[in-house]
Antibody
Framework: QLVQSGAEVKKPGESLKISCQGS????????IAWVRQMPGKGLEWMGT????????EYSPSFQGQVTISADKSINTAYLQWTSLKASDTAMFYC???????????????????WGKGTTVTVSS | DIQMTQSPSSLSASVGDRVTITCRAS??????LAWYQQKPGNGPKLLIY???ALQPGVPSRFSGSGSGTDFTLTISSLQPEDVATYYC????????FGPGTKVDIK
């Protein structure tokens, strides 16, 4: 399972780091993705990380806006902001990526296990 | 970028009805498509991967079909616990979700 850190209330300009801890599986051998859901809106992929070597890929929409990291010694992935904006108010989910076993070409991955989400509220 | 669309955006059906949701990709994604269910107040849950493979533990009334650009999610007999928003997602090269279909009970 993936256990996410608790709800956060921050002011604009503050920094924040939220976490996602995996258990019950080999954390270092599965990619982890972060997904944003703004209030009343749909799901948006932010980026992914491979905890074993911290190889990271960002969605162009979020590149430079957030930083994804991991500490494999404690089976935890992180999503952080250096200067929050009101528009960062959202629910953030982490999800484990599993390789699609049916493909015959390159490896592609779907999100098979999700955390319960971390609510981030940014307000002055 | 490959864009994902879904239709309808919402639907209301009776318990026991057959419900079909359509997802379309702007380019060929083969069968690299997943369906997720998100119940109010909860995180998403994987239902279907590889367009038609049922995730273990998901009721068999859920099924998926399609390949290339056109896909469907079918609930063969709608149950009250199926009230949720359903999202398709392509996972070839990068990830992109459809806008969602909200399913209610009539």
């Amino acid at each position: 399972q993936l256990v996410q850190s608790g709800a956060e209330v921050k002011k604009p300009g503050e920094s924040l780091k939220i976490s996602c801890q995996g258990s019950g599986y080999s954390f270092t051998t599965y990619w982890i993705a972060w997904v944003r859901q703004m209030p009343g809106k749909g799901l948006e992929w932010m980026g992914t990380i491979y905890p074993d070597d911290s190889d990271t890929e960002y969605s162009p929409s979020f590149q430079g806006q957030v930083t994804i990291s991991a500490d494999k010694s404690i089976n935890t992935a992180y999503l952080q902001w250096t200067s929050l904006k009101a528009s960062d108010t959202a629910m953030f989910y982490c999800a484990r990526l599993k390789r699609d076993p049916t493909g015959s070409g390159p490896d592609y991955y779907y999100m098979d296990v999700w955390g319960k989400g971390t609510t981030v509220t940014v307000s002055s | 970028d490959i864009q994902m669309t879904q239709s309808p955006s919402s639907l209301s059906a009776s318990v026991g009805d057959r419900v079909t949701i359509t997802c379309r990709a702007s380019h060929d994604i083969h069968t690299y498509l997943a369906w997720y269910q998100q119940k109010p107040g909860n995180g998403p849950k994987l239902l279907i991967y590889a367009a038609s493979a049922l995730q273990p533990g998901v009721p068999s009334r859920f099924s998926g079909s399609g390949s290339g650009t056109d896909f469907t999610l079918t609930i063969s007999s709608l149950q009250p616990e199926d009230v949720a928003t359903y999202y398709c997602q392509k996972y070839i090269t990068a990830f992109a979700f459809g806008p969602g279909t909200k399913v209610d009970i009539k």
